[in-house]
């Protein structure tokens, strides 16, 4: 019987980085295969929300992070929500991060992944903090063969679902700057855990992006989960997208979809600005079943006038049965200048300074977020309106997109350790007094329904 896609419901704002608390009594009876974790649910407008994992392993163990490392990047010293597939994480951990020593070697990590059945509900009444919250437990993934490249970066991971083969599900990591010269190709890691196969592989598929003289290296930016589909991200150039599990035993194969031209009047940011900034003006996210491309450019006639920067949002069109999709005409668009004269802009006091990308929603692919120093906000841009704002209370260095991503919980109910189970119309994401248009998918939910006694 083919798997039962949860209908979309509520969604939040997830850090990346998980916090890491040693705790002797966790209910984890394996923690060298589990990890457990809790995951706070602020019914507060644009909280952001972080995980926070539970080891048996003595603090002493490894020194805790510098109040430097503390600050950095997220790295793969950490332990980092890698990707997600709808409500399914991804987490790498890799050398000895906080207690963990999971890999002395440090070289390629660990992967855990929480499915949807390993999320079970907390009601506030119930959490010790008063908070709608999940509990939540990730398997450990075997670490890949000795033979097999290293593991290079979060950045180039994917976790994809395989849809009609019983919850299964791929990691994939593609490594494009290792390509061989003489056949062309790159190598693609897997973990694919499903009935047919569980166990890690590599492929060489054919890479044929042509390098660009402004940006000859491949840099993948992330990767999207979409279409039964991974969609690695440059955003200088476009989209590498591969099914990782091809049926009928064909090898993967690698298909370049292009940025779409820049509007005629903007400059090109790939140009235009340092290739270390664009994550800032550039990102690509999956939305309302669709990819979302939004482009945050300058004026090409007066580049000085931040007040005539756009804010565009781009559609890929769905996959043909042959080629490569396009990019739907007529983008989404509008100013800085209407965005800052928005009455809500003027009424929260916010700089009229250009802000960095953080989200896009992901059922309403008109409202995007940003960041603005110590604010998070968002903006439909088709009615040029601020939708919802938030100050961020203690943020101990500049906060980007690679330091959250939106997670959707189906509306169906999860296992439940309490009696009491959430009501989902209670938590919603948006406020009441936003736009109503951007707001729909956080009121009006359909009653959540048991899952089957079978399943799991």
């Not at 390993?118 to 509990?135: C, I, Y």
């Not at 890691?189 to 499903?194: A, G, V």
């Not at 920067?309 to 999709?325: F, K, N, Q, S, Y």
Request: net charge negative; aromatic share 8%.
């Amino acid at each position: 019987m083919a798997e039962e896609e949860p209908q979309p419901g509520p969604w939040y704002i997830l850090h990346r980085a998980a916090h890491v608390r040693h705790d002797a009594a966790t209910s984890v009876d394996n923690p060298e295969k589990l990890l457990s974790f809790d995951l706070p649910l602020d019914d507060e407008p644009l909280s952001i929300s972080r995980l926070t994992a539970h080891t048996r392993r003595e603090a002493e163990a490894v020194p805790p992070p510098s109040s430097s490392q503390a600050q950095s990047h997220p790295s793969d010293d950490h332990l980092v929500i890698v990707a997600n597939d709808k409500e399914d994480l991804l987490l790498h951990v890799s050398g000895s991060p906080y207690g963990f020593n999971l890999d002395p070697s440090g070289r390629r990590g660990t992967f855990f992944v929480a499915r949807q059945h390993n999320f079970w509900a907390v009601p506030a009444a119930a959490s010790p903090d008063g908070r709608n919250a999940f509990q939540v437990t990730a398997a450990r993934q075997p670490n890949r063969e000795r033979e097999l490249p290293s593991f290079s970066g979060f950045n180039n991971v994917g976790l994809l679902r395989l849809r009609d083969r019983g919850g299964s599900f791929v990691i994939a990591e593609l490594q494009a700057n290792e390509r061989r010269h003489d056949d062309l190709t790159v190598p693609l890691i897997t973990f694919r855990c499903d009935k047919e196969k569980t166990g890690w592989d590599e492929t060489h598929p054919h890479w044929g992006v042509v390098d660009d003289e402004a940006s000859p290296h491949w840099t993948t930016h992330g990767v999207v989960a979409h279409d039964d589909k991974l969609w690695w991200v440059n955003l200088s150039r476009g989209l590498v997208v591969c099914n990782p599990v091809p049926s009928q035993d064909l090898e993967p194969r690698l298909e370049f979809v292009p940025f779409p031209a820049v509007l005629p009047d903007l400059l090109d940011n790939k140009h235009d600005r340092p290739p270390e900034s664009i994550e800032r003006y550039r990102i690509v996210k999956a939305s309302a079943g669709k990819i979302r491309f939004v482009d945050v450019a300058r004026n090409r006639a007066d580049p000085g006038r931040e007040e005539e920067t756009r804010v565009v949002v781009w559609t890929l069109a769905d996959m043909p049965p042959i080629g490569i999709p396009q990019w739907e005409n007529h983008p989404c668009q509008t100013t800085l200048a209407k965005i800052w004269a928005n009455a809500r802009y003027v009424e929260k006091g916010m700089p009229r300074e250009v802000p960095f990308l953080a989200l896009v929603h992901p059922t309403e692919p008109a409202v995007v977020y940003f960041f603005l120093n110590q604010h998070i906000f968002s903006v439909n841009v088709k009615k040029s309106t601020v939708v919802d704002y938030a100050l961020m209370s203690s943020v101990p260095r500049p906060i980007n997109q690679h330091d959250v991503l939106a997670w959707v919980r189906p509306c169906t109910k999860f296992k439940t350790r309490s009696l009491n189970a959430i009501d989902d119309r209670r938590y919603p994401v948006i406020p009441k007094e936003t736009d109503t248009d951007s707001s729909q998918d956080s009121k009006d939910v359909a009653p959540a329904e048991e899952p089957d006694s079978d399943s799991s």
